[in-house]
């Protein structure tokens, strides 16, 4: 079953503002995997962690593997009315290479 | 690079009949691929687990015989959802990933409605 736990599961946030969320597990992972999923579409990547520690940024989002390989976040700076969907944390453990949990996923919502 | 296809995108069936939905990695060898289902406003769960020549690994609580998965292939992975019910609508999608790559690629999804 699902081991993740991600936060906050909606924001309604205005165009400007950051975004923060973050996910975390019971398990230790290997790899945490940040997807944006759009309505009727497939999860994009987005962002890829492999090292605990890492701290990578793609454009406005930047995402971080903690240190205990239990969590991780994902940041979204000066949001932007097409920042709107729903963003997914993926974790994989060390013995199941290639199958992903899945976080709740958080929606986010963004106003003008 | 990366791309991964599936299709149809959407399909609507009578309940009893089966369907089957393909999905293939377009510029890449895929050595595994996954089956996720998602049901609305919730999140993806794995399925099965598709392998090139071999038989596919499912998981628990996931009948065997309701989703037949083939894996012929190493860019195509097919699965057939036999002898559909209403309670088979769902948000089917594929992901391919080459060993070593790291690389998780996600289909577009298959909207499946059985009436």
């Known amino acids: 079953g699902q081991q993740l736990n991600q936060s906050p599961q909606s924001m309604f946030i205005q165009e400007g503002e950051d975004v923060s969320m973050n996910c975390t597990s019971s398990?230790?992972?290997?790899?945490w995997l940040w997807y944006k999923q759009d309505p009727g579409e497939g999860p994009v990547l987005l962002i890829a962690?492999?090292?605990?520690?890492e701290l990578t940024s793609n454009g406005r989002l930047t995402a971080q593997f903690g240190i205990t390989r239990k969590d991780s976040f994902l940041n979204i700076s000066a949001s932007i009315p097409s920042d709107v969907g729903i963003y997914f944390c993926?974790?994989?453990?060390?013995?199941?290479?290639?199958?992903?949990?899945f976080g709740a996923g958080t929606q986010v919502v963004v106003t003008p | 690079g990366a791309v991964v296809s599936q299709h149809p995108s959407w399909v609507i069936c009578k309940s009893g009949t089966s369907v089957k939905i393909e999905c293939r990695s377009l510029?890449?060898?895929?050595?595994?691929m996954f089956w996720y289902r998602q049901f609305p406003k919730q999140s993806l769960m794995l399925m099965a687990t598709?392998?090139?020549?071999?038989?596919?690994?499912?998981e628990q609580g996931v009948e065997k015989d309701k989703f037949l998965i083939n894996h012929a292939s190493l860019t195509l992975s097919t699965l057939t959802v036999t002898s559909a019910h209403p309670e088979d609508s769902s948000f089917y999608i594929c992901?391919?990933?080459?060993?070593?790559?790291?690389?998780?690629?996600f289909g577009s999804g298959t909207r499946l409605t059985v009436v």
């Open positions: 992901s391919a990933s080459l060993r070593g790559n790291y690389g998780y690629t």
């Open positions: 398990s230790i992972f290997n790899t």
């Open positions: 962690l492999y090292k605990a520690g």
């Open positions: 993926a974790g994989q453990t060390t013995d199941s290479w290639g199958k992903l949990q």
């Open positions: 510029d890449f060898q895929a050595t595994t």
């Open positions: 598709s392998n090139e020549g071999s038989k596919a690994t499912y």
